[in-house]
């Protein structure tokens, strides 16, 4: 992996430098491009030096046209303009980028300069020429007659030189295209390569991913085949041990020494911690597999609380529990599991941190369920049990068997989405505090108007209706039954159905008996009971 | 910061003008303002319609084949105008003065739809649109630099599109336009 990203970059670095230079080549071609279009968008200069050509043959015409015909003043002034129009025509050859560009031509034979220097040696006799100085015109045609051809070869040079420039400008335009479709192929080329060591690089890269993946899925399937492995160990020792617990409860009944008595009634204990620490190993597993399933039911905060206080731990010391006055009684949220987080951190606070004092008040905020466990430490040194709080514990490297309770207690109360804050005894008491989302729950309440003949069917039928949301009627209570459960006795059973409906005309009848289906009744349950279909149909009922 | 710059911007400007070698050739006592035609005079038309028996300077043959000719005192009596442009001809931006192509059209009664015929002394002759001389202010240049144009230089009158102000006038293309020793105007 590391030699091909060294291959990456060396490949990037390349096209990186091949893309400058050809940036800078692009540059210095495109360059030339513009000055040769300058150059091409230039005066022309050829025609100058013709002019010049031809206005010195249009002087020497009109001084021959002089001598020949003796013209007086009209010719005079004639021979003085063409004077005139050819001085004008030497003076381009001297200023602006013209004079400039045609000098250029002349810098060996001075052609020009040699003419405006004739021109002025003539130029008073030319001014002062008399018609009929036939003498003086042919000095002066002599002194200018060698210009003529010499004239026409440099004008000849000049028409070849710009013919020259321009070949010269074509070619250069031509290369400076074939540059540009150089420069469009290696751009082009460069990009391909470019694409390619990204292709080459996504796949790479995919490959990692997927290899990273297989990782993860392999370190997945382990992690759940020793969760697994743990719950499946922990559940077959826990069979085993119950036979244990029970052989020592029945070895216990039967007479023996008491000494006997106390080494069965210790090894009981033990049994039932060896219990404790195996189901805590289970919802280890489980909250390590996120296999922990959390209910969302009804539940008395203070049967909670009673469950609290009668909960099995290894010191000798009953949990102190209590509930403020006020707090409403029928949450919503799962019983099971916010017992065992206050009894792991009360345990582990009790048992393992030795702390005193231990008290656990619970109350209600409107959303939280709001457990303060207050308690002291007097054992000389500042103990702050940040392990209630924070994660550190959860390190596998580092795990002591003391905070197995705490950890599970955590992982449930992240579980329900709760929080754990803990400040340390600083001398005044130091204090808990856990926080766990539960609704107070509207529960509607049923009314049941019990009547049975049996003391037996009727202590059953307590049992299965014992439920916060189930009301026991009595005759005292004044209020409209919901239900009737009455037990069947044939005509006797009818008398007394038809004066309970009088009295309850809304409430459902239910025949508890041993008969086939009762008119009478509005449903018929069959006795001996069963309990979880008797409750069944009184919740139905309470739903409906 | 922003009191610091605007130290420095007339002496960027300076800088900036005194590097240019081209416009550092005008004079100081120039007539023009780069960038701009200034009006020189407004011109008076009774001296241009008025007989003069002077030299006649220019020739314009215009509308209904009328011929106006005029002496340099009527050139000069007509609005006068000083444009700073360059050519490849003269080295750097110089200040040409004289009237506008446009006023001279008028003179003749050119539209823009029209084209006339510039010729110079030697018989040379272009033909250029009206309509150019009517949307740049062409100039029909009777002096440089505050000098008078001679035969000898570009004289009497040199004919001048104003390329620096008009980037689309760089070519050469509007160059043969710019005849010199004009001294006749043809309406064709």
């Known amino acids: 992996m590391y030699s091909a990203r060294r291959v990456t970059f060396a490949i990037g670095s390349l096209i990186f430098v091949v893309l400058i230079g050809l940036v800078f080549y692009g540059y210095q071609s495109f360059q030339r491009d513009v000055e040769a279009l300058q150059i091409a968008g230039q005066e022309d200069i050829s025609w100058p030096t013709g002019q010049l050509e031809l206005e010195l043959m249009r002087f020497r015409a009109e001084l021959h046209a002089m001598e020949a015909h003796d013209g007086g003043a009209a010719s005079n002034a004639s021979v003085n303009q063409r004077f005139d129009i050819m001085w004008s025509r030497v003076i381009v050859f001297q200023r602006g980028r013209v004079g400039e560009r045609l000098s250029s031509y002349d810098l060996q034979t001075e052609i020009v300069a040699r003419l405006f220097a004739t021109m002025q040696a003539y130029e008073t006799r030319v001014l002062t020429l008399q018609p009929g100085d036939r003498d003086t015109i042919s000095d002066i045609d002599a002194a200018f007659k060698p210009f003529s051809e010499e004239l026409r070869e440099f004008s000849r040079r000049v028409a070849q030189g710009e013919q020259q420039i321009s070949i010269d400008i074509r070619t250069q335009l031509r290369s400076g295209a074939q540059r540009t479709l150089i420069i469009l192929g290696v751009a082009t080329l460069m990009l391909v390569i470019a694409l390619l060591v990204i292709l080459r690089d996504a796949r790479l890269s995919r490959r990692l991913a997927d290899h990273n993946q297989r990782l993860a899925e392999e370190a997945t399937r382990a992690s759940l085949a020793k969760s697994q492995f743990l719950t499946m160990m922990s559940h077959e020792l826990r069979t085993p041990m119950n036979g244990v617990i029970g052989l020592l409860a029945l070895a216990r009944q039967s007479s023996m020494s008491a000494a006997l008595n106390r080494m069965l009634s210790q090894a009981e204990r033990s049994a039932n911690l060896m219990i404790g620490l195996l189901t805590d190993i289970l919802d280890f597993s489980a909250l390590q597999s996120n296999n922990m399933p959390v209910q969302h039911k009804t539940f008395s905060l203070r049967e909670l609380a009673d469950n609290l206080r009668k909960y099995d731990h290894r010191v000798d010391q009953p949990m102190q529990v209590d509930v403020e006055a006020d707090t409403p009684d029928i949450l919503l949220g799962d019983e099971k599991r916010l017992t065992e987080i206050y009894a792991h951190i009360m345990g582990y606070m009790l048992e393992t941190a030795g702390v005193e004092g231990v008290v656990l008040r619970l109350s209600h905020n409107g959303e939280m369920l709001c457990a303060a466990i207050h308690y002291h430490y007097t054992k000389g040194d500042i103990w702050y049990p940040a392990m209630l709080a924070d994660n550190l514990q959860q390190d596998d490297d580092n795990f002591a068997t003391g905070v197995v309770g705490p950890t599970i207690a955590r992982g449930l109360c992240d579980l329900m989405k709760g929080n754990i804050n803990v400040s340390p005894d600083l001398g005044e008491g130091g204090l808990v505090s856990i926080e766990i989302p539960a609704a107070v729950a509207s529960i509607p309440q049923i009314n049941v108007w019990l009547e049975t003949q049996s003391v037996v069917t009727r202590k059953l039928c307590e049992v299965a209706l014992r439920d916060s949301r189930i009301v026991l009627m009595t005759a005292e209570s004044g209020q409209q039954a919901d239900v009737i459960l009455l037990e069947d006795q044939g005509q006797v059973s009818d008398a007394r159905l038809r004066a309970l409906r009088e009295s309850f005309p809304s409430a459902r009848a239910i025949g508890l008996g041993t008969s086939a289906e009762r008119l009478p009744f509005d449903q018929y349950l069959d006795l001996p009971i069963d309990i979880a279909v008797l409750r069944a149909t009184i919740i139905d009922r309470l739903a409906s | ?188």
């Open chain 2, 1 to 188: 910061m922003f009191n610091s710059l605007k130290l420095l911007g007339p002496v960027c400007l300076a800088i900036s003008v005194s590097s240019n070698p081209a416009f550092a050739e005008l004079s100081a006592d120039t007539k023009c303002v780069l960038g701009e035609t200034v009006m020189l005079s407004a011109g008076d038309y009774q001296v241009v319609i008025a007989p003069d028996d002077g030299e006649v300077m220019l020739t314009m043959n215009g509308i209904d084949s009328t011929v106006v000719t005029l002496t340099e005192a009527q050139f000069a009596a007509l609005p006068q105008y000083a444009v700073a442009t360059e050519n490849e001809h003269l080295d750097g931006i110089n200040c040409y003065e004289g009237p506008l192509g446009r006023d001279i059209m008028t003179v003749i009664g050119a539209k823009s739809e029209d084209t006339v015929n510039l010729t110079a002394i030697n018989d040379y002759w272009v033909e250029m649109p009206v309509a150019l001389m009517l949307e740049y202010d062409v100039i029909f240049a009777r002096s440089v630099n505050g000098e008078a144009l001679s035969v000898r230089d570009k004289g009497p009158i040199w004919v001048m599109v104003p390329q620096t102000d008009n980037a689309e006038l760089r070519d050469p293309f509007y160059s043969t336009y710019m005849v010199w020793q004009l001294n006749r105007v043809d309406l064709n």
